[in-house]
């Protein structure tokens, strides 16, 4: 059976509509891509912004000792975030209790 291009086309735009709303499920420590992302221009060298509310409002929810597991990893600097920088964030933004690793 042949593929027809609308078939092709309903099936891309169905996978394009199941990424777009799904994307943002997608966790790290408690956080959302969508917050990762929101702090990602605080923890980028070589001269940081200090951590925007909404940064700091994904951190306020996250599992903070989580992250400890990623201090040493290849996966932030992978998305260009300074790990260092990345463990400073919870006392940027005035956490309770930030994470000792």
């Known amino acids: ?3 027809t ?3 092709v086309a309903a099936i891309l735009f169905g ?3 199941v990424i777009a709303c799904c994307a943002d499920a997608q966790t790290i420590c408690n956080m959302t891509y969508a917050d ?3 702090c990602k221009p605080a923890a980028t060298p070589p001269n940081p912004p200090p951590p925007t509310s ?3 409002a994904g951190l306020s929810h996250a599992d903070l000792k989580c992250f400890c597991k ?3 990893s290849t ?3 992978s998305i260009g975030v300074d790990p260092k920088l990345a463990m400073e964030l919870p006392s940027k933004c005035n956490l309770p209790h ?3 690793c």
């Open 70 to 72: 990623y201090k040493n």
């Open 1 to 3: 059976m042949e593929t």
């Open 98 to 100: 930030p994470p000792t």
């Open 15 to 17: 996978l394009m509509v």
């Open 5 to 7: 291009n609308k078939e």
């Open 75 to 77: 996966i932030l600097p």
């Open 36 to 38: 990762v992302m929101a």
């Open 54 to 56: 909404v940064c700091c």
